[in-house]
């Protein structure tokens, strides 16, 4: 289980991460990631003090959002509790004051656990690597 100063658990926190982050969708699932303002290579319009800037000591949090798409009750706690952890065993490689969103799909719900760590790895990789500009 992740520490309660890693959960994200109002709305506005979820918001913030899917509004600011960086968005990558790999196989059953999507991930949203905001990185410290110190990491990033573009202005975010989050503030300083809200990514961890300030603070290095800031955790890197994470939450969790499974749709009644996913299934019945018992389908969506059990990959959540997949998710959890796996993110669990992940986060320490995000750097201090991240933020990280991981949205199962519909299709998490017949994933089975190594599928789900690789798509979240990949999602994750890709959320990580710089904006790519359009022209």
Known sequence: ML?????????SEFAAAV???RRAGRGAVVVHLT???SLETSTSPEPARDAGAEHPSVP???GFVVSKAVG???VRNRVRRRLRHL?????GELPAGSTLVVRALPEAADASYPRLGADLD?????ARKPRRRHR
């Open 122 to 126: 990949d999602a994750i990789a890709a």
């Open 87 to 91: 993110v669990r065993e992940r986060l």
């Open 3 to 11: 520490a309660a100063a890693q959960r994200l658990r109002r709305s």
């Open 19 to 21: 509004r600011g982050g």
């Open 72 to 74: 019945p009750a018992v």
């Open 35 to 37: 990185l410290p303002i």
């Open 60 to 62: 890197t949090r994470a």
